[in-house]
């Protein structure tokens, strides 16, 4: 992909996971997101017309809202169920927040590069 694209801070690059990535504009017709490729430093990808986000909602199967463990549920490799966590969560691209001990979790559990080739939630190894 060529060019220079626009985007606003902050941007999707080296270290930063949560930031932004530039969206649909001429010579980008789908807009991009932050994705860490086998470099190993984070930067923007391009959406092709396979990999759009859709709009599509779901209702979440647990309600986090104003709990003091974080207002997201989140899965957890191997849990029977979601546990809440605080925004940044841990999920695809994003190094992000993994729900720690609260009603029903035993265990913390940590961000990680899960078997699919993504960032996941999985519990911490006991020493």
């Known amino acids: ?5 626009c985007v606003n801070e902050p941007v999707c690059v080296k270290q930063v996971s949560t930031g932004k990535c530039p969206a649909p504009q001429d ?28 709009t599509v ?15 997201t549920p989140v899965s957890i490799v191997s849990a029977n169920q979601d546990f809440c966590a605080p925004e940044p969560v841990c999920s695809g691209t994003i190094f992000g927040s993994c729900p720690n001990i609260q ?3 035993t265990q913390d559990s ?5 078997d699919t080739g993504v960032y996941g939630c999985v519990f911490m190894a006991s020493t």
């Open 103 to 105: 009603d029903g979790l």
């Open 57 to 71: 909602t779901y209702e979440a199967p647990l309600d986090c809202s104003n709990n003091p463990a974080g207002d």
């Open 1 to 5: 992909l060529k060019g220079a694209f």
């Open 110 to 114: 940590e961000c990680m590069v899960i």
């Open 27 to 54: 010579g980008l017709q789908f807009g991009s997101f932050c994705d860490l490729p086998p470099t190993g430093v984070y930067g923007c990808r391009p959406y092709t017309a396979d990999n759009v986000p859709t």
